[in-house]
């Protein structure tokens, strides 16, 4: 069983930035594909950014077309953590932000392939 824990979260002006954390439980962290995933109210649960399994230095990453050149999704297997740097933040970026692993090889874009979640941390953007 795989533990996620989400950190990071808070209130942001348009155009911050805030930076998410996820540290996972466990010794396999470099074999699980990881995402965020964000939902906000009345909205459904939608994948921000995800990163592929690897115990390189490089791993293949997606993201949502809302996001890609804001934010940037990384990780590091020493620490077993992953993270988010969101910048240029936008009002509709404001959403409850999710961890999420799944021990499979590659990238995974599909919501339904991830395995453990995080319990979320808000993501506010207003002046």
């Known amino acids: 069983q795989v533990q996620l824990v989400e950190s990071g979260g808070g209130l942001a002006q348009p155009g911050g930035s805030l930076r998410l954390s996820c540290v996972a439980s466990?010794?396999?962290?470099?074999?699980?594909?990881m995402g965020w995933f964000r939902q906000a109210p009345e909205k459904e649960r939608e994948l921000v950014a995800s990163?592929?399994?690897?115990?390189?230095?490089?791993?293949?990453?997606y993201y949502a077309d809302s996001v890609r050149g804001r934010f940037t999704i990384s990780r590091d297997n020493a620490k077993n953590t992953v993270y988010l740097q969101m910048n240029n933040l936008k009002p509709e970026d404001t959403a409850v932000y999710y961890c999420?692993?799944?021990?499979?090889?590659?990238?995974?874009?599909?919501?339904?392939?991830?395995?453990?979640w995080g319990q979320g941390t808000q993501v506010t953007v207003s002046s």
């Open positions: 999420a692993g799944t021990p499979q090889y590659g990238l995974i874009t599909r919501g339904g392939l991830y395995d453990y």
């Open positions: 466990g010794r396999t962290f470099s074999s699980y594909a």
């Open positions: 990163i592929s399994s690897g115990g390189s230095t490089y791993w293949p990453t």
